[in-house]
């Protein structure tokens, strides 16, 4: 009687039946696992690659999140300066008045609108216009037919900032 293998088992070419194993002859012995110093060398050569790696990565990160700090404090700016600007120009020039880090003025409309530096938050009356400001100056220039108002302004987001400067010329 002859045996045919069945197709989802192949049958060895050598070896002797031990109860129902099938033992390969030890020249054919597969290799089941890593020897020590495989592991060893392996993990050698990743911490090595690791080693070179990480510097390159931690500097790109680095790089990341400073121009986001840049980039949000640079739009804080902006957006007070924008808010400022568009007020100013609608002030009565008679009514403006300058403190260390404020301006109070009325608008065209008769209503009255201050900007005041209270610590690190900029305030427009009661309501944050933008936090992180670290310096806010008015400096009021009045001529014989205008009146120009220059505001300097810094807002700093997680030690990055830089000043930014505007001059706005009042409506008559």
Do not use: C, K
Not at 30 to 45: A, N
Not at 70 to 82: F, G, K, Q, V
Not at 92 to 121: K, R
């Amino acid at each position: 009687m002859t045996m045919i293998p069945s197709p989802e088992r192949s049958w060895p070419v050598a070896g002797r039946l031990r109860g129902r194993e099938w033992l390969a002859p030890r020249h054919q012995a597969r290799r089941l696992g890593f020897t020590l110093l495989e592991m060893v060398m392996t993990i050698t050569l990743l911490a090595v690659v690791t080693g070179m790696v990480l510097p390159i990565l931690s500097v790109g990160f680095e790089t990341f999140f400073l121009h986001s700090n840049i980039r949000e404090s640079d739009s804080r700016a902006l957006l007070a300066l924008e808010r400022m600007t568009r007020e100013l120009r609608g002030a009565d020039p008679d009514t403006l008045v300058t403190g260390a880090s404020s301006i109070s003025f009325t608008d065209q409309n008769g209503a009255a609108v201050s900007f005041v530096l209270n610590n690190d938050t900029l305030m427009r009356g009661g309501s944050i216009l933008a936090e992180g400001v670290t310096a806010l100056a008015f400096t009021v220039n009045s001529g014989t037919y205008d009146t120009t108002v220059q505001i300097d302004l810094t807002v700093e987001v997680g030690g990055q900032g830089e000043p930014f400067r505007t001059t706005v010329g009042i409506r008559n």
